[in-house]
């Protein structure tokens, strides 16, 4: 087998990755200021979704929380919900796979000249807010298009949605490997890197088999959905607290 010189810095998310698990769909309402709401926008309720649930996983990053079980709960949730919702929102492009960024934890080559560089823990999770902020605004802008009704233009910004939102969780899955590597080869800890990123595809199905359905980051503002759900049933206590104290921050929108 040839060896790997290059530290690994993307990945291919193939399309389709998740389309066997059943999807979630937001629950019918009969409060009158939300039937308006969604009336007044159609289109507009499941990126809306997303749009909140990026909000909330950005508030919560997992080194929020003190103990290693509700630091990797966390990333869990987001990691997880994450990936799918953007293999989700990817899955409109015609190509067979979209190019997402690997947790950049180093960099560097097998080579005598090569500079060898470990991301601390400060600039990882800079970055990895960065990915966030990125998404939140391009999932605003994919909004108001759907409203304008310029659907070419709402379809442009679901990708780049999709994108920031796929790097964001595959950032937070591997939150807690940098300022902790420095001891490995940089294409060695990439390695592992992507070996964590496969695993988690893999979790992404069971996780959908033990909850009932697919997870999204959309499922993480609707109270009832199965992610949510699931949070308030098994989640570590400080962390459930913080997610019902955030989630309210991103309230459903109304028409008075």
Sequence with gaps: MKEIIQSPKQFNLQHGQFDSLDDW?????????????????PGTLMPSQELRGVGVMRQLPPERFE??????YMRDI???TGISSASYDLDIDERMFSTLQLGRVAEG??????????????????????????????????????KGGDRELAFDFRRKAGRHIGNAALSTLVYDMPGRME?????????MVRERTLTLLGEVAEY??????????AQLVEPDSPVAVDIRRHAPRDVRRAYEATAKQFPRQRVA
């Excluded at 769909?25 to 007044?40: C, F, G, S, V, W």
């Excluded at 001891?183 to 390695?191: E, F, G, R, S, Y």
């Excluded at 959908?208 to 980051?217: L, N, Q």
Aim: no cysteine.
């Design 25 to 41: 769909t937001p629950y019918k309402t009969d409060e009158q200021p939300l039937i308006l709401a969604r009336r007044a926008s």
């Design 67 to 72: 103990s290693t079980n509700s630091q990797r």
């Design 78 to 80: 987001i990691a997880r």
């Design 109 to 146: 080559q097998r080579a005598p000249e090569s500079e060898l560089r470990y991301t601390s823990p400060e600039e990882f999770a800079a970055r990895t807010d960065a990915y966030f902020a990125g998404a939140e605004v391009a999932g605003a802008n994919r909004v108001t298009a759907l």
């Design 183 to 191: 001891h490995l080869h940089p294409v060695d800890v990439q390695l």
């Design 208 to 217: 959908a088999h033990d909850i009932g359905a697919r997870p999204s980051v």
